[in-house]
């Protein structure tokens, strides 16, 4: 399908492509705004190496685009590719989509989510355990370690031992290499196809040979990582396909629980698409649902009161201990992590391309365009929002908005098959926090928002002074991890051919 001419599209800035991507890298939020006032609802931003994007934010022509379906247009995350591979769910359209996000839905809810609470609340803990009183932490950073250790127990089951102290220390170089600017740029300008291709085709010598050391040189590094990552992760399929019904059906990661899904036809997830899941599990549970949480404790600290009303509902809440199953009664918490999504949400856009002519805010978008209904823009439209641009959690206390009026996860057939997880992993992490924790933001540093790859992430990382607060006694806030019903890291051998 040809792509429509400027001619057929909203008006929008006449600034060079590359200009044009600087700015968005620079200050995305900033960007964004500055068309919508200059020229209206519906305005075109045309960067290197992408068809030209119509980037929706009036209110109706929002809920059109946010409620749609497979009919009415195919998703569009094709910049992401390169990180996530060809068979990721995201990335798969109509029936086959459908039916993948059915096989992968059932950890994210009800008990099996809420089995991972303890670890969640573990992991914290060990963490902030590190930290001594009157030293300064960077929040992010510390948030993403949290977070790292939750998903790799809840994808495999285990998070200790060497070769998973590996996958993590290879997953974050890796994806630290993917979120600079420059590489993230590239990747536009090329497209992640193409990028895709090039790492999988520098990496093949590491692939072969898993001893083979890792190039400093820095592109040939990212491939050989990669390599690496996919070496690990190919080898943990094979082991938990080795298992027998019995011994898998033992295990409640997220690897055995996809092992053993089945297709209507009878069908098993093939080894490449497990991968590809296991990447997007890995980045979704790692990288963004941090970032959140870092913008989630940024706000709290800039708001004189807020940590004060979150501590007081966790000792109500928790008054007899930690309990996996009153997280949901955290609805101050969970408020405080809504509103932050809304100020800054971590993805500026969804992107669709339309399957037909649609008329939006007025005027007829030509099937084939890329459109972008705007997550930033509506969440701080004043005809959507009292008061768009202030901080004020209470008003997720009054009731749940719609969908179209708040969509940080995103929305429709497409919204993110792990939502619930990560709304329930921020509370069960700010909780810990702040009740085992006083801190002050570093004297003298003005948080602003900055592209960190594909996510907009809180400038400087949340510097912060960190000073444990007088816990109350043990039997109220003791956190016990209980060992999974799985195998040990020791026993988890290839099987044999």
């Not at 109706?60 to 946010?66: G, I």
């Not at 992640?192 to 090039?198: A, K, N, Q, T, Y």
Request: aromatic letters at 8%; charged letters at 25%.
């Amino acid at each position: 399908m040809t792509a429509p001419s400027r001619a057929e599209l909203p008006p929008g800035t006449r600034l060079p492509r590359l200009a044009q991507l600087v700015r968005m890298s620079m200050d995305p939020y900033g960007f964004l705004k500055s068309q919508r006032d200059r020229y209206g609802d519906l305005f075109t931003i045309h960067m290197p190496g992408m068809d030209r994007q119509v980037f929706v934010c009036e209110p109706e022509a929002v809920k059109r685009l946010t409620t749609g379906g497979y009919e009415d247009y195919t998703r569009d995350a094709d910049a992401v590719r390169f990180i996530l591979g060809d068979h990721a769910v995201i990335f798969e359209q109509d029936a086959p989509h459908k039916d993948t996000r059915r096989l992968m839905m059932p950890p994210f809810h009800g008990e099996r989510m809420r089995a991972y609470g303890h670890d969640m609340a573990h992991f914290t803990d060990e963490i902030v355990d590190g930290w001594r009183d009157g030293e300064k932490r960077v929040l992010h950073k510390e948030l993403q370690e949290i977070t790292l250790r939750v998903i790799l127990r809840s994808v495999f089951g285990v998070s200790e031992g060497p070769r998973f102290e590996e996958l993590g220390r290879l997953f974050v170089e890796y994806l630290d290499a993917m979120m600079t600017p420059w590489f993230y740029a590239s990747t536009l300008v090329l497209s992640g196809p193409r990028v895709r291709d090039f790492l999988r085709l520098r990496g093949r010598a590491k692939r072969k040979d898993p001893t083979r050391k890792i190039s400093r040189l820095p592109l040939q590094s990212a491939a050989d990582r990669l390599a690496a990552i996919d070496n690990i992760l190919f080898d943990e399929i094979a082991i938990c396909r080795g298992l027998g019904d019995e011994a898998r059906a033992e295990r409640s990661d997220i690897l055995a629980l996809l092992v053993a899904a089945r297709y209507d036809d009878g069908s098993r997830i093939s080894d490449e698409a497990l991968r590809d899941h296991l990447m997007t599990l890995l980045i979704g549970g790692h990288e963004t649902t941090a970032t959140s949480l870092a913008w989630a404790m940024s706000c709290a600290l800039q708001h004189p009161g807020t940590l004060e009303r979150m501590r007081a509902e966790v000792d109500t809440v928790f008054a007899d201990g930690f309990d996996p199953a009153k997280v949901k009664q955290l609805v101050f918490i969970g408020a405080v992590a809504n509103e932050s999504m809304r100020l800054y949400p971590i993805a500026t856009a969804v992107t669709r391309i339309l399957k037909v002519d649609m008329k939006l805010a007025g005027r007829t978008i030509p099937a084939g365009t890329r459109v972008s209904p705007c997550i930033y823009l509506t969440q701080r439209d004043a005809r959507l929002w009292d008061d768009p641009d202030a901080f004020k959690p209470d008003r997720f206390l009054a009731g749940k908005p719609s969908v179209y009026e708040f969509f940080p996860f995103g929305a429709g057939v497409w919204r993110c098959l792990g939502a619930q997880f990560a709304e329930y992993e921020m509370r069960v992490i700010l909780a810990r926090l702040v009740s085992r924790m006083d801190m002050t933001l570093e004297a003298g540093v003005a948080i602003k928002p900055m592209q960190r790859g594909f996510t907009v992430a809180p400038s400087d990382g949340v510097p912060v002074r960190v000073r444990h607060r007088a816990q109350v006694p043990t039997t109220k806030t003791q956190v016990v991890v209980p060992e999974p019903p799985m195998l040990s890291v020791a026993n988890r051998r290839a099987p044999s051919t």
